[in-house]
């Protein structure tokens, strides 16, 4: 049988999982019944004058003082009374009175103990910055910065609380309460501005405190308002296993999770670029056509190859994509990788059609291909299927092409073959198709192992504002049915995008599981370019004519953090530009329309008796 755990171990600081273990094993090698343990809210060093020799007999006198406290001398009894109240080591001791002193002087050396801080607030205390921890990791959603119009929270609250973080040194406890309010029950759970410097134990359900274990009360409510309350709200703690949630808060709260290096911002800038000048390309030469374009949301196309970039990197060979009409033009030009001069073509009605069948207008068509993924140095199969007017008629089409790759190429995980699905917010919201199309997802016979959906939210449907059009606080909350995790995003912060979209990527190869991103964004024009948007949402548009475009924000972001330069900025644009240009001209000479560029599946002889 092994050696009782010493004192001395006793005294010193525990983690949680320290705790844990010791308790768990202690059973088979301690017959007594009655085990006290101590958290400092520091770690610190032992008692001093304990040493191998000495902790025995100091053993054996605490179980004889736990047993009965009278049975060690007034000094042992004092001592082990402040180490249990959480005396700090080399403070408990006090030295024995002399012989002959008075009962003053007994109760002098008593005098400590009633001092010592009250166990029941210490554990109070910690269970009170645990329950201030999980109101972050619940609801800090609610109050993260998500709109970049800045005119309301993105779950339709009407107020938008101040910042919790007044400066990087200092936390105003009055501002910290009424920001609280709408994450936690009774504001801040009983602690006061006295509270904020003493240091506390993390709990295992949490990553914020990277390689240390306890952290003061004011960097732990900084370091949670960084990873919930920022431009990324994360909705998971509804997810029913633990593991899942355990990997989503290690994602969000590791300290520091959130850095790219020069040449991934440079690449996510170059994106921006084609994402932005190819709307500007057409609005120049078509000012007068439809195209509904992604004015408001350039930081899709971003944020699309990122996910298809991380997805061929773990394995992926193809991606079968179905979206609206809204941005379809540039996903075809800068994701797909259409030539843009059967883009551009499209917009002369004198073409004429070459082979069988109707066609469609140009926003509602599809494409096959399949090339090199550039980051991942992989072939990769892309498909864009073709879609109505009716926006989410296409999910459950996604889904049997999916199923159907998966099942000729005998991927029975979805390790090879995934979709993914754009939607709109309303549309997410209002039509019944895409809670049916959820409920498949987990079906054996039915599921494609994952599926990331992208939802551009521009806030607004049509012209519907969203606080009349859906009672729930999101339009993405349909998703919760399945236990799919959320991660709401500001559009205006392309490297917050960027990272969401990595983690739902790595998220989909990991549990093979649905996955919403939710891009808060606006929508720069109307519905379509001909309408007029300040007739409906006249404070809306007032506030995004002042709104800069994020190619602009992120630009100056870039270069002055010494990325770019401003001339590679715009050598990069004029570079762009120029390809766009050339293919205009090009299209000049298309004559005839192939349908068969536009299908969305490859099907040799379809077009032949």
């Not at 006295?194 to 370091?223: C, M, W, Y």
């Not at 392309?494 to 990527?505: D, F, G, L, Q, T």
């Amino acid at each position: 049988m092994h050696r009782l755990r010493t004192c001395a171990a006793k005294l010193r600081p525990l983690t949680a999982s320290q705790t844990v273990k010791n308790v768990s094993h202690s059973g088979a090698a301690v017959s007594r019944t009655f085990q006290q343990w101590r958290f400092y809210t520091a770690p610190v060093a032992a008692e001093p004058f304990l040493s191998g020799t000495s902790s025995n007999y100091v053993e054996e006198m605490y179980f004889a003082w736990l047993e009965n406290p009278q049975s060690v001398h007034k000094s042992w009894d004092v001592f082990f009374r402040n180490a249990n109240m959480g005396a700090a080591p080399g403070t408990a001791y006090q030295s024995p009175p002399p012989l002959g002193a008075s009962l003053a002087s007994l109760s002098q050396a008593q005098s400590m103990v009633v001092a010592q801080p009250n166990v029941d607030k210490l554990v109070e205390d910690h269970l009170a910055v645990q329950s201030l921890i999980r109101a972050y990791q619940i609801r800090g959603h609610h109050v993260a910065q998500l709109d970049p119009l800045g005119i309301l929270d993105a779950d339709l609250e009407a107020s938008v609380p101040a910042n919790l973080a007044t400066s990087s040194n200092g936390l105003d406890i009055a501002v910290c309460k009424e920001r609280l309010k709408k994450l936690t029950v009774g504001a801040f759970y009983g602690l006061d501005e006295s509270d904020l410097d003493k240091v506390f134990h993390l709990p295992t359900t949490t990553f914020i405190g990277g390689n240390e274990t306890a952290l003061p009360l004011r960097e732990i409510i900084q370091r949670m308002e960084m990873s919930y309350c920022q431009h990324i709200g994360v909705e998971f703690m509804f997810i029913n296993d633990l593991e899942q949630c355990q990997w989503i808060r290690q994602k969000f709260e590791t300290p520091r999770a959130m850095q790219f290096n020069n040449e991934e911002k440079r690449t996510l800038l170059a994106r921006l670029i084609r994402s932005t000048r190819f709307e500007e390309f057409l609005q120049r030469k078509w000012s007068s056509e439809k195209r509904f374009g992604l004015e408001g949301c350039e930081v899709l196309i971003p944020a699309l190859k990122t996910i298809i970039d991380k997805s061929s990197e773990n394995g992926v060979e193809n991606v079968i994509m179905g979206m609206p009409h809204r941005g379809r033009l540039n996903v075809l030009a800068n994701v797909i990788r259409k030539e843009l001069e059967q883009i551009f073509c499209q917009f002369d009605s004198k073409l004429e059609a070459a082979d069988e069948g109707t066609g469609d207008v140009k926003y509602h068509l599809g494409m096959y291909h399949r090339r090199i993924n550039r980051v991942s140095n992989k072939n990769i199969t892309l498909s864009l299927m073709a879609n109505p007017s009716h926006l989410e008629a296409v999910d459950p089409v996604v889904q049997g092409k999916t199923k159907a790759e998966q099942f000729y190429l005998s991927d029975t995980e979805g390790k090879q073959v995934m979709s993914i699905l754009l939607h709109g917010d309303a549309a997410f919201a209002g039509q019944g198709i895409v809670y049916e199309t959820f409920h498949l997802s987990d079906l054996p016979s039915y599921t494609t192992h994952g599926t990331i959906h992208v939802v551009v939210n521009n806030q607004i449907g049509f012209t519907t504002d969203p606080r009349v059009a859906r009672s729930s606080p999101y339009p993405t909350d349909v998703a919760r049915v399945v236990n799919a995790p959320i991660f709401h995003v500001n559009g205006d912060d392309p490297e917050a995008v960027m990272y969401v979209c990595n983690v739902a990527a790595e998220w989909r190869n990991t549990f093979h599981k649905d996955v919403v991103v939710d891009l808060v964004c606006f929508r720069r024009n109307g519905h379509n370019e001909m309408d007029e948007p300040m007739f409906t949402q006249p404070l809306m548009y007032k506030q995004i004519k002042k709104q800069k475009p994020v190619l602009k924000k992120y630009a100056e972001k870039l270069t002055s953090e010494g990325v770019v330069t401003q001339q590679e900025f715009e050598e990069e644009m004029a570079k762009y530009d120029k390809i766009c240009e050339e293919a205009y001209t090009r299209s000049k000479d298309e004559k005839i329309m192939h349908i068969k560029h536009w299908l969305d599946s490859p099907w040799p002889g379809f077009f032949h008796s």
